[in-house]
Structures are given as structure tokens and as C-alpha cells.
């Protein structure tokens, strides 16, 4: 059955306008009036709806089930990802989403080749969304994950936060793997260097205010891998996957 974000209020019985994207999507893979969709707003559970009216530009719906359906990781993963070439963090946000990512943090490091006006910012987390709502859709989440705008790593780094953040370089000497197997599950932020890797300046002020640094074993993987196969890798451990 189609998946779709609907960020809106969704009740049962109530007859609902889709947003125009929706709309347009449903009439490009050809649905018809009568045919069962799937509908979530982001506040959890999702919803079964038939399509009552299609018209050229509007679509609407009759919302006839609710399931309290969750498929959220029991721990809260935020991946702290330095700033990559290209599209790649297009890939990163998507696959993030897919395992279970609670939140994703874009970090402008020392070596990151990309720097971001304003303008482009927020032209790129606009973007951005649009990849977690999808990923979403297509993953079966019923909860987006949270992409907040890009900051400085110096800045973010020296914010207080309850979550074990942990650092992840070739240089560690116990793995992510390793650590994982002796310590419960809970919330944590992965933090991702660019292509090139952190600065040891940077690995220096993030252990100094509390990172633990782990590797991701004897390989040295690109940074379009490394969050990925990390997140991955905790929920292995942690009986998530």
C-alpha cells in the first residue's frame, strides 16, 4: 500500500485535501478513486485512508483506521556528519533514515571541502528534508527524523548534551563493535569527519569535552561509509537489527 507524509491533522472519519505534492504523486502512479493509501503526520502511528475525489489539481481522502504502528530505534542515535563533497550527504541522510537515525546534525569542520552561505543552507536543508520525508515513506517510519541546520564544529562540539557523544578515528585503539557489546543501549551521537578526516585539533577539543574516540576497526572507511556502517553496527550489537 502507498505511503505518504501528510503533515497535517489526521482523525478518523474526516474527509482530507492532500497536499499538492501528494496529490500529484497519486495521480502519477495512476490511483483511483476507491484505492487504499497509507497517510502519517510525523506524531506517530499511521493511517489508512481511501481516496474519495481525484480532481486535476486536488486529491482528498476519507481517513477510515488508525494503527499505532512504531518501528523507532529504543535509543536515540544522532549522527554528527562533517560536511561531504557533492551529493553524497543526499546518500548519508537517506540511509541514516533508513536505520533508524534519530537525528542528523551537519557539521562544517575544519577540512570540509563544502561551505555553505546562508542562502545555500537553507536551500540544502530544504532539500534535505524532502530526502527524510521520502526515506521515510519508504522505510515505514512514522516519525521523521530531526535534521537541524549546519554549525560549526568548534561550536557544536563545546555544547553541553546528555548523550555519550562518540568520535569515531583511526586513531582509536578500542572499536565502536567492542564498546557497544559492553555497554547497555542509549542515545548517542556519532560524530563523522569529511573526506580527509577530522584535524587532531579538533579530535583533541572534542575528547576534551568528554568524546569518547572509537574506530570502526582496521579499514579506514570514506565518510559516505563510516556513519552508515556505524549506525548499522550499533544496532547489530544492540539487538536492533
Known amino acids: ?85 557533492a551529493s553524497k550527504m543526499d546518500w548519508i541522510i ?28 537553507a536551500k540544502k536543508l530544504q532539500h534535505w528534508q524532502g530526502i527524510v520525508v521520502a526515506a521515510s515513506e519508504q522505510s515505514g517510519r512514522n516519525r521523521l527524523t530531526t535534521l537541524t541546520e549546519p554549525v560549526d564544529f568548534n561550536q557544536w562540539t563545546q555544547q553541553q548534551d546528555l548523550h555519550v557523544r562518540i568520535m569515531l578515528s583511526p586513531r582509536a585503539e578500542q572499536s565502536l563493535s567492542d564498546w557497544a557489546r559492553h555497554h547497555p543501549p542509549q542515545s548517542v551521537a556519532l560524530m563523522i569527519g569529511p573526506e580527509g578526516g577530522f584535524t587532531d585539533k579538533e579530535e583533541n577539543l572534542a575528547i576534551a569535552h568528554g568524546a569518547l574516540m572509537l574506530s570502526m576497526g582496521p579499514r579506514v572507511l570514506r565518510t559516505e561509509t563510516a556513519g552508515v556502517a556505524a549506525v548499522a553496527a550499533l544496532n547489530a550489537v544492540w539487538g536492533a537489527m
Do not use: W
Open 94 to 121: 537517506e540511509k541514516a533514515v533508513e536505520l533508524g537515525a534519530h537525528a542528523i546534525q551537519p557539521l562544517a569542520s575544519q577540512r570540509c571541502v563544502v561551505r555553505l552561505s546562508a542562502e545555500r543552507a
Open 1 to 85: 500500500m502507498p505511503r505518504f507524509y501528510c503533515p497535517q491533522a489526521l482523525a478518523l472519519g474526516t474527509i482530507v485535501t492532500l497536499p499538492d505534492h501528494v496529490a500529484h504523486h497519486i495521480q502519477v502512479i495512476r490511483l483511483n478513486t476507491g484505492d487504499y493509501i497509507t497517510l502519517f503526520n510525523g506524531e506517530g502511528g499511521e493511517y489508512t485512508a481511501t481516496i474519495s475525489t481525484i480532481e486535476k489539481k486536488r486529491v482528498t481522502v476519507e481517513v477510515k483506521l488508525f494503527e499505532p504502528r512504531e518501528v523507532e530505534l529504543p535509543y536515540a542515535i544522532t549522527l554528527a556528519q562533517a560536511l561531504p563533497e
